[in-house]
């Protein structure tokens, strides 16, 4: 069944584990998604950004996870990921979107708070959740790990939150997203700073590349949602640069197949490791 943000963040904050939230871009990675979590009966957030919407068309996303959605009792998010603009957030909603991020990371915090603020007035009118960015979580290709004085501030942090009334907050704790040049690190001290100052669920975004142990440690700390796509897309890129080598020379159909399960298990991996061994709540 389909859900949103607070229907499956409220438990996991509660009790301690966090919803994995998968990155696609066309049916056969959102099928992907699907069948992770019902075979592994849990909840899940599927992911489609903003940025992949040339490929393919957000209404057919829609229409698409719906129909998977009413297949399953299993609570099911369909979450548009890192969107700066506002028309394109309606449009999410109006093709069944039943959560959005508005990511006004790259503004000054008074106009991140007064476009937040917009959004999750439209949003909420409609029941959907809302998930803002607070702090610097750099995009792909940098590779490289921040610096403390690009993270998240908790006072900010509580304030952004009380301002703006988002569902969950992405915070910048250190994670990038896309692959690291060096090791990653994630500032600790800060998870717990800021989860001891907001009461909202609390997202990390930038998850691929990062140790179990880490991970395991940020979810103790307070995060309750976890964005992956890297992983996914390495495991089938190595898969595909693999067959190559071997002269694979069958039908695209016959690749599409190849790269399913090498993509299945991270998801089921991670599902997995994010539960932190806790009973899920549906
Ligand atoms: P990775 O690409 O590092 O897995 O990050 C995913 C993400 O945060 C999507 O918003």
């Known amino acids: 069944m389909l859900a949103n943000l607070n229907d499956v963040l409220i438990p996991a904050r509660k009790l301690g584990y966090a919803v994995g ?26 992911a489609f950004g903003e940025k992949v919407s040339h490929i393919s068309d957000i209404q057919l996303i829609g229409k698409c996870v719906h129909t998977l959605a009413n297949r399953t009792q299993i609570p099911i998010v369909l979450h548009l990921d ?13 093709a069944g979107f039943t959560s959005v991020m508005y990511d006004g990371s790259s503004l000054s915090v008074a106009e991140n708070i007064k476009n937040t603020s917009e959004v999750v007035r439209i949003a909420h009118a409609a029941g959907i959740t809302v998930e803002a960015e607070l702090g610097s979580i750099p995009a792909e290709d940098t590779g490289q790990v921040i610096v403390e004085d690009q993270l998240t501030k908790p006072e900010e942090a509580k304030e952004f939150i009380e301002k703006t009334h988002c569902d969950a907050l992405a915070i910048a704790v250190g994670t990038i997203h896309g692959d690291y040049i060096g090791e990653p690190k994630i500032y600790h001290h800060r998870l ?6 907001v009461s909202a669920p609390l997202v990390l975004h930038g998850g691929s590349g990062n140790t179990e142990k880490d991970l395991t440690l940020a979810i103790e700390e307070g995060i309750t949602k976890i964005n992956i796509n890297t992983e996914i897309s390495n495991a089938a890129v190595q898969k595909i640069k693999e067959l190559f080598q071997e002269d694979f020379s069958g039908h695209l159909s016959a690749l599409s197949n190849k790269i399913r399960n090498p993509m299945l298990e991270v998801v089921k991996e991670k599902m997995n490791l994010f539960l932190c061994g806790r009973t899920i709540i549906k």
């Open 82 to 94: 890192h969107c700066k603009s506002i028309d394109f957030i309606v449009k999410a909603i109006q």
């Open 21 to 46: 939230s998968f990155n696609v871009h066309n049916l056969e990675t959102i099928q992907v998604v699907f069948d992770a979590a019902t075979s592994l009966d849990l909840s899940v957030i599927i």
């Open 192 to 197: 717990k700073e800021i989860a001891k100052a």
